[in-house]
């Protein structure tokens, strides 16, 4: 696909990527590479100037705005940096709030599982103030994952944390790869946020230019600084 921007800069430029089920895929690359935009429009919150996107079995390049946002919220998850609670609503709350805006009933299961896996099970109650800030991305990520979603798309997931609540993140993020078969694509500048992917690919200049499986911090880190000062 290409995205080229109303100011006539294209941001992405002819990139073709396909993610595996069940796979855990980092997005790296220098600041301005299109690493966003690629997020933007392969989740549907945005459209590319032309090209596909296919999510699970639906081409949603081309279906109407209203059908995407409907799709988006059905198979869609996101985890932000800023993790994006609401802070008036408790955090039972604020992870079934996508359901209930979709007009479904949360699965109690299902929920539990996550809440217990996640550690928050008697943190439920409590306003997102009260926790710690990664408490708050378990949370955010709980309610990525909570309508089953095709994919999760997160952006810089551990870029407000400290280096121990990152690796937890991280872990847990891995853990709903493998232990559960989610699918997720993580963009970040971190090397070692990378690391914990399956597969770690380097845009620059809205082209992907290096695809690492099983990436490795050091290796990943060099790579970037070399695109960084060439
Ligand atoms: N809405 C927009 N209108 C015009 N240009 C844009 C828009 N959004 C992004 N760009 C430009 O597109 C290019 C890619 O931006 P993008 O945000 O996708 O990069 P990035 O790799 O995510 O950067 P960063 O790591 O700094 O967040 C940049 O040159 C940016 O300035």
Redesign the pocket.
């Known amino acids: 696909m290409t995205k080229t921007?109303p100011?006539g800069?294209r941001?992405l430029d002819e990139v073709s990527l396909t993610v595996e089920r069940g796979s855990f895929v980092a997005v790296m690359?220098p600041?301005?590479?299109?690493?966003?935009?690629l997020m933007h429009c392969a989740s549907g919150l945005d459209v590319p100037t032309s090209g596909r996107v296919v999510i699970g079995d639906t081409d949603i390049s081309a279906l109407s705005e209203t059908r995407r946002t409907e799709l988006r919220r059905e198979q869609v998850g996101f985890v932000f940096q800023s993790y994006n609670l609401l802070p008036s609503l408790s955090i039972a709350d604020n992870i079934t709030l996508p359901l209930r805006l979709a007009g479904t009933a949360p699965d109690k299961d299902w929920l539990r599982t996550l809440v217990d896996r996640v550690g928050l099970a008697d943190r439920l109650a409590h306003r997102p103030a009260e926790l710690s800030g990664g408490q708050q991305q378990r949370a955010a990520i709980v309610r990525a994952l909570i309508a089953r979603p095709a994919v999760v798309f997160a952006d810089e997931p551990t870029g407000a944390l400290d280096l121990r609540s990152a690796r937890d993140v991280l872990d847990l993020l891995r853990e709903m790869v493998h232990g559960l078969g989610q699918t997720v694509v993580m963009v970040t500048?971190d090397a070692a946020a990378a690391a914990h992917a399956d597969l770690a690919l380097v845009?620059t200049d809205g082209r992907i230019v290096d695809t690492v499986t099983a990436p490795n911090a050091d290796d990943l880190a060099r790579r970037i600084t070399k695109l960084e000062t060439e």
């Open positions: 921007y100011n800069l941001a690359g600041s301005g590479s299109g690493k966003s935009t500048h845009m």
